[in-house]
């Protein structure tokens, strides 16, 4: 079952958003940050959503949905910024379900197309990604701090 996080189950998928974080090696991993960042989001945000699915009761799973827009296409477009599964629950379909939760949410709200960038050596997600319809780019993902 999908369901949009909200205030009332913000703190379940929290330790998933800890491990995703920690999958990526990500520096300084703050609850009390991720619990301030991830209350903007819901399904009435025009900056976009984040989603769980839960297997018996229990959070398996979760994406994260911003919106932006691309000039090459002069449209509205959804980034799938985020998307895990917890390592037990991998190969069950879903990351998909979450994936084509997140296309659906995306057209509704007007986005052109769903798009992500995933790191190279993740190779069991691009399993995953090579299996849909989608469309594999060969731009380069750059960051720039500031």
């Known amino acids: 079952m999908i369901e949009a996080v909200s205030k009332n189950n913000l703190a379940e ?24 960042f991830f209350s903007q989001f819901g399904e009435s ?29 002069t449209a509205k477009v959804a980034v799938l910024n985020d998307l895990y599964t917890l390592p037990n629950c991998r190969g069950k379909g879903i990351g998909r379900q979450l994936i084509e939760h ?4 995306a057209a509704e709200n007007g986005a052109a197309r769903l798009q ?25 993902f750059y960051t720039y701090n500031t």
């Open 45 to 73: 945000s025009l900056t976009g959503c984040q989603f769980i699915c839960r297997e018996e009761g229990n959070v398996v799973g979760f994406a994260t949905v911003y919106f932006s827009f691309a000039t090459s296409i």
């Open 102 to 105: 997140c296309r659906s949410y």
């Open 116 to 140: 992500w960038v995933t790191a190279p050596d993740n190779e069991q997600a691009q399993k995953l990604y090579d299996s849909l319809s989608t469309g594999k780019s060969t731009w380069h």
């Open 13 to 36: 998928v929290l330790p998933l958003i800890r491990a995703y974080q920690e999958f990526y090696k990500v520096s300084e991993i703050s609850d009390d940050r991720n619990t301030e």
